[in-house]
């Protein structure tokens, strides 16, 4: 297969093994760095052309890894890729739901996947009842374009979940209040999912004094058996955002797990060193898969 790696950092560790893999596995692949395509949009000749003068065309896959800073350039020239006839490992419409994280909220309960109480509101007058309706402090508020754990903040009181809010809303960022899971002590599972396997799991643990379990923030991850039930959410979290690779963070809750969030470009560097999978290769192996399935189609 001809693949294309979109992305924007071809040192990266998650880069280099993908592109590794595809090579490994007799396929030509080329790293295409997002903000050096340019494109025209027209319905008979769509085309990416690059930096260098080239023109990118016959391109059977392209493994999108696109940055959050990048959502929107990156997912317009996936979509190009897309009009251009290449199958998309995860499609542009999968990614830009997975990145608005209030839309994959409403998203996983319309599925009727477990997530944590979570409440949204405008205006800071509703302040008050925002708080009441997940249950009262402490809270975690998020902001909705925040990622590696930077913009997650755990309010202990109802007076310091009111002032995080008021500042928040003052500030006119987005954001979300959620129930905090206390018992998960720090720690969540980080479930990849290709297709419909999980083809690695592994615990994260936050590292000492924060809840966050961010392996960017220091959290450590370490290898852990999935139960069935916890399986089985990740694998339905993934389905119903549309994405064929995903990595879905789930909570140990008294009340059985809860999706806090489905990621589109997740890492393989923590997944990879702790379970010892090749999950690079399993991506590829996919891709091909996939490919297949479209030639059999047309
Ligand atoms: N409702 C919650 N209860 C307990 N811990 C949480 C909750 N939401 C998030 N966390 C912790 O904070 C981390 C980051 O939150 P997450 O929603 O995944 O945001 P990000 O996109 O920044 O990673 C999670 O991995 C988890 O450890
Ligand atoms: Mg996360």
Do not use: W
């Not at 007799?26 to 260098?52: L, S, T, W």
């Not at 999108?64 to 542009?92: D, H, S, W």
């Not at 007058?125 to 975690?140: D, F, M």
Request: charged letters at 25%.
């Amino acid at each position: 297969m001809r693949i294309v790696l979109l992305a924007s950092n071809p040192e990266l560790y998650s880069n280099k093994r993908i592109m590794e893999a595809a090579e490994k596995r007799g396929h030509q692949v080329r790293f295409i760095n997002i903000e050096q395509c340019f494109m025209n949009i027209c319905a008979k000749n769509p085309e990416i052309h690059y930096h260098d003068g080239q023109t990118i065309s016959e391109v059977d896959v392209v493994i999108p890894r696109i940055k959050p800073a990048m959502t929107l350039y990156g997912n317009a020239v996936l979509r190009q890729f897309e009009l251009m006839g290449a199958v998309c490992l995860n499609t542009p419409i999968a990614i830009s739901k997975s990145r608005d994280k209030l839309r994959s909220l409403q998203i996983l309960a319309q599925h009727k996947i477990d997530i944590p109480t979570t409440a949204f509101a405008h205006s800071p007058q509703n302040t008050k009842n925002i708080i009441s309706l997940v249950g009262g402090a402490p809270l975690i508020v998020k902001l909705l374009e925040g990622t590696q754990g930077i913009g997650v903040v755990l309010a202990e009181t109802q007076k310091a979940s009111e002032s995080v809010i008021r500042a928040f809303k003052m500030l006119k960022t987005h954001i979300l209040v959620q129930q905090f899971i206390k018992e998960s002590a720090g720690q969540d599972l980080r479930c990849f999912v290709i297709g419909d396997k999980v083809v690695g799991a592994v615990q994260r643990t936050a590292s000492d004094g924060d809840f966050r379990s961010n392996l960017h923030l220091g959290g450590i991850a370490e290898v852990v058996k999935v139960t069935p039930q916890e399986r089985k959410v990740a694998i339905l979290a993934a389905k119903a955002m549309g994405l064929h690779i995903a990595g879905v963070d789930v909570i140990r809750s008294d009340t059985g797990p809860k999706v806090l969030e489905v990621n589109s470009s997740p890492g393989i560097q923590g997944i990879e060193t702790a379970t010892k999978i090749d999950i690079a290769d399993k991506m590829i192996e996919y891709a091909e898969k996939l490919f297949e399935k479209k030639q059999q189609k047309s």
